[in-house]
């Protein structure tokens, strides 16, 4: 069976950082990323890399201030988040999929379940 287990979601406030983790198990994947919701938007990319090239994609909004990154011995992805901003508040979701990386949501087979991030101004 196939989880993706998310943790390390918070309240921080803006200027703070967060680190997300995302553990994987039940098979292994090509691609991973982090996807975040606001309230009343949709689902939107964020970050993904290339499990076995290591190559990272990130959205313009979190460039400069994200970086998403793998541990291969624990088939965990994690995303770092400094210099947080309001705007950056949401449910974040971890992704996988077998295929190439990519930004569509309609393209990861697996999902977790959310983790809340929440940036005070």
């Known amino acids: 069976q196939v989880q993706l287990v998310e943790s390390g979601g918070g309240l921080v406030q803006a200027g703070g950082s967060l680190r997300l983790s995302c553990a994987a198990s039940g098979r292994t994947f090509n691609s991973m990323g982090w996807f975040r919701q606001a309230p009343g938007k949709e689902r939107q990319f964020v970050a993904i890399i290339n499990w076995s090239i290591g190559n990272t994609y990130y959205a313009d909004s979190v460039k400069g201030r994200f970086t998403i990154s793998r541990d291969n011995a624990k088939n965990t992805v994690y995303l770092q988040m400094n210099r947080l901003k309001p705007e950056d508040t949401a449910v974040y979701y971890c992704?996988?999929?077998?295929?190439?990386?990519?930004?569509?949501?309609?393209?990861?087979?697996?999902w977790g379940q959310g983790t809340q991030v929440t940036v005070s101004s």
């Open positions: 992704a996988a999929r077998a295929g190439g990386s990519s930004w569509s949501v309609r393209e990861y087979d697996y």
